[in-house]
Nanobody, 115 residues
């Protein structure tokens, strides 16, 4: 079964940094493009960043230049390095296979940016 487990969220001040991790199992990770999504209270889930099987990346305009997505195929893990965090980055962050339209959403990890 396809499974992802997000971790690394927490409370951070504006301008601070946080690194999220997503540990994956149940599929051939090295062949899969992976994405990070987030959902803020009262808002729809949005795509934040994606990384292809060979390391190509894409970012939402709102996070470009501040966030970096990466992967370690030996560890079946994808990361999201978040720098210069803003209050509007507050959300539950989820990871998922980019093409996994039938994959279930996990519980995500909460990121709160506040003074």
């Amino acid at each position: 079964q396809v499974q992802v487990v997000e971790s690394g969220g927490g409370l951070v001040q504006p301008g601070g940094s946080l690194r999220l991790s997503c540990a994956a199992s149940g599929f051939t990770f090295s062949y899969a493009a992976m994405s990070w999504y987030r959902q803020a209270p009262g808002k729809e889930r949005e795509l934040v960043a994606s990384i292809t099987s060979i390391g190509g990346t894409n970012y939402a305009d709102s996070v470009k230049g501040r966030f970096t997505i990466s992967r370690d195929n030996a560890k079946n893990t994808v990361y999201l390095q978040m720098n210069s965090l803003k209050p509007e980055d507050t959300a539950v962050y989820y990871c998922r296979r980019s093409l996994g339209s039938n994959d279930h959403w996990g519980q995500g990890t909460q990121v709160t940016v506040s003074s």
